[in-house]
């Protein structure tokens, strides 16, 4: 795997994920909105499990779920999110359930069978590889875990319109992938001029790809039913979530939408744990245990990870200068 074509760094350029969601408030809200009635609906024991939310970046989230959880572990591959996650979250009444761990996703530092939640909002549209990425899930997700994912939908209703113009919305629609291509203005975790690791997914990939992980499919889930920019404009967004809130109940799962939620669950019956995640860090790379050795965590093969920032738990692999470009 050659890191460069994998890992979105977000820590390039000083790019900060919080000025993404300026003037996205009616997103921020539809996903929230959702994700209260999914999180109720599959996990209603959720003061039992520890959340790993990965790509939580500065913990947009976390509100939503600090006060519930049993313990939370924010995660993302820029160290940078995560101090600015690290400010926000020292004013909540939670701060002391959460932990700050750097990852890549492909490659979780948490030991078999040991993550009792996992959500991931905004991050698949930058894996390459989903059947790795499941893989992966599959692995360290506990019996009974359950992961909800978000995902950008290739097959959203403006984009099949605009292919049946073109008279090629049957091939479009049969695509499992497709890359997105890189435009300078809304250039994420990349510098300019390289390809964007940047994809929309067929619902029906995604479905597929988790099975063949051995995942089972609790559900998918529409979402953002109004994200056109006419309609964002002319319309107060508290109205538009409004709208957004009734057609999430009443075509939950008509995945049109630009954005999709899909709930996964590793077969078998969760128990909860008494060994708390933290405790549960693995090395990133061979999966033994790690041990701290003066400003690094070592693991029992010699792999080396050095603790730079403080706060934050830092298992990336590959290491960030081996991502920049
Ligand atoms: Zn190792």
Not at 66 to 81: F, H, I, R, W
Not at 96 to 102: D, R, S, W
Not at 285 to 312: D, M, P, W, Y
Request: charged content about 20%.
């Amino acid at each position: 795997m050659n890191p460069k074509d994998f890992v979105a760094n977000y820590e390039l350029n000083s790019y900060r994920y919080s000025d993404f969601w300026k003037g996205r408030e009616y997103e921020h809200v539809a996903e929230v909105t959702l994700l209260t009635f999914l999180l109720k609906k599959y996990v209603p024991d959720v003061n039992k499990r520890e959340i790993v939310d990965l790509g939580g970046a500065y913990g947009r989230l976390a509100p939503l779920y600090g006060s519930t959880a049993k313990q939370v572990v924010l995660a993302d591959y820029s160290s940078n999110e995560l101090l600015e996650g690290q400010n926000r979250i020292v004013l909540s009444p939670y701060k002391e359930k959460v932990k700050f761990v750097a990852l890549n996703a492909y490659r979780l530092p948490f030991a078999l069978n040991s993550i009792d939640l996992l959500l991931s909002v905004r991050v698949m549209h930058h894996l390459k590889d989903l059947p790795l990425f499941f893989t992966e899930l599959g692995k360290t997700l506990v019996p009974g875990g359950i992961a909800i994912i978000e995902f950008a939908n290739k097959n959203h209703l403006l984009a099949l319109m605009r292919h049946l113009v073109r008279l090629d919305v049957v091939p479009y629609k049969r695509l499992p992938v497709l890359r997105v291509n890189h435009q300078n203005n809304t250039s994420q975790g990349m510098k300019e001029g390289q390809l964007a690791i940047m994809y929309n997914f067929s619902p029906d990939f995604v479905r597929h790809t988790a099975v063949q992980a051995g995942l089972e499919v609790e559900g998918l889930y529409a979402c953002s039913f109004w994200r056109i920019p006419l309609l964002k404009k002319i319309i107060p967004t508290g109205w538009l979530n409004r709208l957004e809130a009734l057609m999430q109940q009443i075509a939950p799962h008509w995945l049109i939408t630009p954005s999709v939620f899909i709930v996964l669950k590793k077969p078998g019956e969760f128990i909860e744990s008494s060994i708390l995640l933290g405790e549960r860090l693995r090395c990133p790379t061979c999966c033994t245990l790690l041990h701290a050795e003066k400003s690094a965590l070592v693991c029992s093969n010699g792999h080396r990870f050095e603790q730079a920032k403080k706060g934050i738990i830092d298992l990336r692999d590959p290491r960030p200068e081996q991502v920049d470009f």
